[in-house]
């Protein structure tokens, strides 16, 4: 699996023990990028991240971070202690608290990748003008939250694939696009507004994808997620 290219699994199950059930099914040589999020961080805390990455796994810590900037700059340097390689925050908590974060990251000896949510990929256009009362599409709220993360010195953002090549056009191909939101054709679309499939995502310009249900909850887990790392590298 390229690092460069990560299919992160999203492993959204209930506690510990149901998330080792599943990672076992892997063949134990197969260094899988997964994600953590609130659900199973609020109930194992770091014992459990700490225990993933004794065991090798790359770590995407999905915690979405919003507070003022001196809190969340805390919260990042314990964080980084625990050695993940991928950590989330909201960039609507603007400029001063990302770059709280990155300070953070760097005084770490193995600080975390930041990536800034942009526009939650739940969220539709009219959904989010509903609740955010903003002047701009959500294509350009997207891009503008993106120049902030940038801004801020992060490794990327977090959006839907149908924002990736704006967002690359309006930062930097190296700032990174992982999105979320992915579907398999045929797959239920769940809570999620902005769906793409893997390869589309690819050739839209995503650098990684986060992927959960369509692996979680698949027949044959292993094999699905073959299916869509080949879907997403050769596009
Ligand atoms: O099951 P599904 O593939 O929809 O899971 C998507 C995962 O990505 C979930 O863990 C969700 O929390 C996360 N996520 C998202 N949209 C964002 C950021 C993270 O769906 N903007």
Known sequence: MSVQNPVFIALDFPEATVAWRFL???PADQQLAVKVGMELFYREGPAFVAALKERGYIVFLDLKLYDIPHTVGQ???????????YLTLHAAGGVRMMTA????????AHGPKLLAITQLTSFTEAELQATQQIAVSLNDSVIHLAQLAQQAGLAGVISSAYESQAIHEATS???L???PGIRLLGDAQGDQSRVMT?????????NGIVVGRSITQAVDPVATYEQVVTAFHKG
């Not at 990042?76 to 202690?81: E, L, M």
């Not at 974060?101 to 770490?108: D, G, P, Q, R, V």
């Not at 893997?198 to 995503?206: E, K, V, Y």
């Open 198 to 206: 893997p390869t589309l995502a690819q050739q839209r310009g995503a």
């Open 177 to 179: 696009s992982i999105t």
């Open 173 to 175: 191909d190296e700032f």
């Open 101 to 108: 974060a990155k300070e953070a990251t760097l005084a770490a």
């Open 75 to 85: 919260a990042t340097k314990n964080i980084a202690r625990l050695g993940v390689d």
């Open 24 to 26: 076992d099914q892997f």
